[in-house]
């Protein structure tokens, strides 16, 4: 290990000795902070995480959970799905977030988006296909993959409830009022 690795080290623990370690690698917040942790340190935070028996509490009481993840150990990425709730009297605050840490250990964040956080998501797929993270999930009424990846934006597509994969293409099935459609993994395009 360089001498000046081990000096950011340690100014790093002393600038945010305050923060939880969850939060410094990235579990259980909604900040994009990233602090770039080593990947031995992010997978065990993330298997303490999914085998914990209470959920975790935030300072502001928020209570979390991680639903669904994946490890790629080949190239030293992961992936997870956390949900987040807070009673506020007589409303129910629910959020969830796909977190991703790259093959460099960048954290990537994005806010699931649903028709009401408060009926759920329904993690249905969570993995890294080529340099991107793929996530298909359902909320109430609707069913989506997001394609999650370093320098770009999440894209979102709906998509039929009935799907499958076959290679790098979904096959998003027609139901009744929904078209059949073929999308290319990862970028999540039509195919032509």
């Known amino acids: 290990m360089d001498p000046n690795d081990r000096i950011i080290d340690d100014c790093t623990d002393s600038l945010f000795a305050d923060m939880p370690s969850e939060h410094r690698l990235g579990f259980f917040t909604e900040s994009s902070l990233d602090l770039k942790p080593a990947y031995d340190d992010v997978i065990a935070m993330l298997n303490a995480c999914v085998a914990a028996d209470e959920p975790y509490v935030d300072d502001e009481g928020y209570v979390w959970q991680i639903l669904n993840h994946t490890i790629d150990d080949e190239h030293r990425r992961v992936a997870w799905v956390e949900w987040r709730e807070k009673e506020r009297g007589s409303i129910t605050c629910d959020n969830y977030y796909l977190k991703a840490r790259d093959g460099i250990g960048s954290l990537l964040l994005w806010e699931i988006e649903t028709y009401n956080p408060y009926f759920g998501c329904r993690v249905h797929f969570l993995q890294w296909i080529e340099d991107a993270v793929i996530l298909i999930y359902a909320d109430k009424h609707d069913?989506?993959?997001?394609?999650?990846?370093?320098?770009?934006?999440?894209?979102?597509?709906?998509?039929?409830?009935?799907?499958?994969?076959?290679?790098?293409?979904?096959?998003?099935?027609?139901?009744?009022?929904?078209?059949?459609?073929?999308?290319?993994?990862?970028?999540?395009?039509?195919?032509?």
Do not use: D
Request: aromatic residues 4%; charged residues 15%; positive net charge.
């Open 143 to 192: 069913t989506y993959a997001v394609r999650l990846q370093q320098g770009s934006e999440a894209r979102r597509v709906e998509i039929a409830h009935a799907w499958t994969i076959q290679g790098n293409v979904l096959h998003s099935h027609a139901t009744p009022g929904q078209q059949s459609a073929s999308l290319q993994l990862p970028s999540l395009v039509e195919c032509r």
